[in-house]
């Protein structure tokens, strides 16, 4: 089993920045791709972004791109999502996901954090 673990989540004004932090554990980090969706109140779970397992590689959801960065630190089993210029419509529960695939469907994830509620007001 791997545990993952969000942090950072939180309130903040439109245009302002959030860094979020998924802590993993009990598997080997690099091994995995990570990715980020959210869910929004009445909303399926969506796609953000993923990074492939060395770092290299990056895949945005157009509605996030030019705004939201993810990278990894695989000394630290750790990635994170740098979400800058926020808007209401990013109020959601983000959640950090693991999975073998380079992908964006929920599907490809095996392991799942519990989930950080972030909060954009206008």
């Known amino acids: 089993q791997m545990q993952l673990v969000e942090s950072g989540g939180g309130l903040v004004q439109a245009g302002g920045s959030l860094r979020l932090s998924c802590a993993t554990s009990g598997r080997t980090f690099s091994n995995y791709a990570m990715s980020w969706f959210r869910q929004a109140p009445g909303k399926e779970r969506e796609f953000v972004t993923v990074?492939?397992?060395?770092?290299?590689?990056?895949y945005d959801a157009d509605s996030v791109k030019g705004r939201f960065t993810i990278s990894r630190d695989n000394a630290k089993n750790t990635v994170y999502l740098q979400m800058n210029s926020l808007k209401p419509e990013d109020t959601a529960v983000y959640y950090c996901?693991?999975?073998?695939?380079?992908?964006?469907?929920?599907?490809?994830?095996?392991?799942w954090g519990p989930g950080t509620q972030v909060t954009v007001s206008s």
């Open positions: 990074i492939n397992k060395s770092g290299s590689s990056t």
């Open positions: 996901a693991a999975g073998m695939r380079f992908a964006a469907r929920v599907g490809d994830y095996a392991y």
